[in-house]
């Protein structure tokens, strides 16, 4: 059992950064592959970044690359997602999860979720 906790979500203008946290605990959590996916209302949930054990290999969905940025504190057992130059279109709640099998940008293989935080940007 993998446990996640996201924190970091906040009502933010257009133009502006945040930082999104997933502590996770459990066993062994630093061995997981992590996500970030994100839901706007009305739309399926969507893989956003995911990030390897090791944080050697990254994936970034393409309407954010460039502006997030997805990397990882196994001592701290965190995961951060790193957004710039946030867009309106960017508003939904994210959610964090662990995977321990599959291919980095797969979204399927995620066993654990957390309870999502959520990020509004306005215009």
């Known amino acids: 059992q993998v446990q996640l906790v996201e924190s970091g979500g906040g009502l933010v203008q257009a133009g502006s950064s945040l930082t999104l946290s997933c502590t996770f605990s459990?066993?062994?959590?630093?061995?997981?592959?992590i996500g970030w996916f994100r839901q706007a209302p009305g739309k399926a949930r969507d893989l956003v970044a995911a990030?390897?054990?090791?944080?050697?290999?990254?994936y970034y969905e393409d309407s954010v690359k460039g502006r997030f940025t997805i990397s990882r504190n196994n001592a701290k057992n965190t995961v951060f997602l790193q957004m710039n130059s946030l867009k309106p279109e960017d508003t939904a709640v994210y959610y964090c999860?662990?995977?321990?099998?599959?291919?980095?940008?797969?979204?399927?293989?995620?066993?654990?979720w957390g309870q999502g935080t959520q990020v509004t940007v306005s215009s």
């Open positions: 999860a662990a995977a321990m099998y599959g291919s980095i940008s797969g979204q399927v293989d995620y066993d654990y």
């Open positions: 459990g066993h062994p959590g630093s061995t997981y592959r």
């Open positions: 990030i390897n054990w090791a944080g050697s290999s990254t």
